[in-house]
């Protein structure tokens, strides 16, 4: 048994902090492990201090942030620091990162967190990070996250997919889907987050290809290491059945250069 401090709401916490990225609950806030990572990187790469929980933090008002789909058990402490807006892809206040259009109506952002959204995305990760680095202000941090496996390649489930659809099929939910060639296609046994029929998984984004993109597109990049005394930890180990490949998931700090820069 391992005692650790909610990086969030300050309570601390007994339990064994070898689980699962979406365990290990704290029983305050009702924070997972993944979550408080990403608070941890707002606390050190925005706020500049990790010398006390977010909920302790002073409020910065003067810093524009949006979420994507953020889950309240943080974006509420979010709304209280920053000017902050929680943005959803089927709902208002609506953004689609995978539209130009939508897109373009958020610019000059001081912090984006983005948490397991891109490997949902209809558009591949790259694509998804460009238009997180155009929404943002010069300097400005993004806080990513992906459940990122150590394979040689990104495995697409729907490669060259032009439409996908779900559909419930007796009593059991399908993926109805046509390639760029018009071929249709029928997934029979689609992987879900968040429940059969809620989100569909689109991939398992090989760890390097994530890191990859972030260069690529013009960020400094770095992997937030895990910090067991905050919270945040996990065995990298494999997970997903019948793939041998660890599963990594860590936070990665995506920073926009500034103009002097």
Not at 7 to 27: P, T
Not at 168 to 173: A, I, Q, S
Not at 205 to 224: K, N, P, R, Y
Request: overall charge negative; charged content about 20%; aromatic content about 10%.
């Amino acid at each position: 048994m391992n005692q650790f401090k909610c990086c969030i709401c300050g309570n601390y916490n007994s339990g064994k902090l070898q689980v699962h990225r979406e365990l290990l609950f704290c029983a305050t806030c009702g924070s997972n492990a993944r979550f408080r990572g990403l608070m941890l990187g707002v606390m050190r790469h925005v706020l500049k201090d990790e010398s006390m929980p977010l909920f302790d933090q002073k409020e910065r008002r003067d810093l524009v942030a949006i979420g994507v789909s953020d889950s309240e058990t943080y974006a509420k402490h979010l709304a209280s620091k920053f000017s902050y807006t929680n943005t959803y892809y089927h709902t208002a206040p609506h953004l689609d990162l995978c539209d130009p259009e939508s897109v373009g109506r958020y610019s000059n952002i001081d912090l984006i967190v983005c948490s397991d959204v891109i490997e949902h995305t209809f558009d591949k990760p790259r694509k998804v990070v460009r238009s997180i680095f155009r929404m943002l202000k010069p300097g400005g941090v993004a806080i990513l996250s992906a459940p990122t496996y150590y394979l040689s390649e990104t495995i697409e489930w729907y490669p060259h997919a032009k439409t996908v659809e779900v559909k419930e099929h007796l009593g059991k939910y399908e993926v109805h889907w046509t390639d760029i060639a018009g071929i249709a296609r029928t997934n029979i046994n689609p992987c879900f987050h968040g429940g059969p029929g809620s989100t569909l998984e689109m991939r398992l984004i090989a760890h390097q290809d994530l890191v990859q993109a972030g260069s690529d597109e013009g960020f400094h990049l770095e992997t937030l290491e895990f910090s067991p005394e905050w919270g945040y930890s996990w065995p990298i180990v494999p997970q997903y059945p019948g793939i041998d490949a660890p599963m990594d998931g860590r936070v990665l700090i995506l920073n926009k250069p500034s103009k002097a820069a």
